[in-house]
């Protein structure tokens, strides 16, 4: 098993094949690709979990759009009621396929759009071997947030009724978010050790405490109404060719997630989802019952950390389960 957050091995991925049955488009980020879907195709109401993290409010309070939430259970999993709107947002938590059955019948119901979220499954698929993005009407990916890359997002048109209406990729510039993904990657290069990103970490929480007196970053309201600074594609996404071993990144993550659950089982601590055989997972995770503080001081010891996940809205912290606010992650991506 490689450490985490190595620099991940070079090989040569087309977007065009590896999502073929697909119209692809893109962005610097996936929320720029949600704000292209919801602005092109008219889109006035939409249904969203409540676990979510804030900043995906961003296109739709842009918009002005009407919006509801529905509630997951701890096993992630939609609580969908009678609620009509034009379109469904699902999410693939953590790089696991969601069950597509509620979101079908809710389509079937009210002819609504559905929006797969898969910003964490890049690469991944489901039990009958889909590529998660692809499943249903749209898909929206944030391939920046697995690769290391300056940024990087995608639009996924999959409905053939859809591949029709004109929608447009971000224009292709070079941004101050490529000059520092340059500086870092021959950082990375000079510089690399099992425990660099716990160093990255500790420093980033020291930084901030001194700033603003807490290790955890405060909440970004302002996310929830403005998308980032930077509308620029990266040049290094021209070409719609990402630069990955898909095998050596699948068996590194799959290898990293199983030794982490060994781990975490020593100390009472049971995994959201169970690993299958088809999902490359983005994160460990895992809901904190008030028994994570030794587990995390073990995992400091071994190169890796611990993050609370993930950043609620404003409207939902004050009613959420209990549990929204407990769900924990270990991550071992750039």
């Known amino acids: 098993m490689k450490h985490p957050f190595n620099l991940q091995k070079s090989g040569r991925v087309e977007l065009n094949n590896l999502y073929n049955n697909s119209n692809i488009y893109l962005y610097p980020y996936a929320r720029y690709a949600f704000l292209e879907l ?4 008219d889109i006035k109401s939409i249904y969203l979990p409540s676990f979510i993290c804030r900043d995906m409010l961003a296109p739709i309070n842009i918009l002005n759009l ?8 701890e096993k992630l999993q939609p609580i969908i009621e009678d609620i009509k709107c034009d379109a469904i947002l699902m999410v693939n938590y953590f790089g696991f396929a969601q069950k597509l059955e509620p979101f079908f019948e809710y389509k079937k119901r009210f002819e609504s759009l559905i929006i797969e979220d898969n910003a964490h499954g890049f690469l991944s698929k489901d039990s009958k071997g889909e590529q998660l993005g692809t499943r249903t009407d749209v898909g929206i990916l944030s391939i920046r947030k697995t690769l290391f890359l300056p940024n990087g997002g995608a639009l996924l048109i999959n409905n053939e009724t859809l591949k029709i209406v ?3 990729s971000a224009e292709i510039g070079f941004s101050f978010e490529d000059v520092k993904y340059e500086k870092k990657l021959k950082l990375k290069k000079k510089i690399f050790h099992k425990y660099l990103g716990v160093f990255i970490l500790l420093l980033r929480r020291l930084i901030r405490y001194l700033k603003s007196g807490s290790i955890l970053p405060l909440p970004d309201v302002k996310s929830e109404v403005e998308l980032p600074s930077n509308s620029l594609l990266t040049p290094l996404l021209k070409e719609k060719i990402v630069n ?3 095998n050596d990144e699948t068996n590194n993550r799959i290898k990293m997630y199983k030794q982490i659950s060994v781990w975490a089982k020593k ?4 995994p959201i989802y169970e690993l299958d055989n088809f999902t490359i997972p983005y994160e460990f995770m895992f809901i904190d019952r008030g028994n994570a503080k030794e587990f995390e001081n073990f995992l400091l010891k071994k190169g890796f950390f611990i993050l609370p996940w993930p950043d609620l809205p404003d409207e939902i912290l004050n009613k959420a389960p209990e549990f929204y606010k407990n769900i924990k992650v270990v991550p071992f991506l750039w």
């Open 66 to 73: 009407e919006y509801y939430f529905y509630e997951v259970d």
């Open 38 to 41: 919801l602005k092109v195709l």
């Open 166 to 168: 004109s929608f447009s």
């Open 267 to 270: 100390f009472g601590i049971t």
């Open 244 to 246: 990955i071993d898909i």
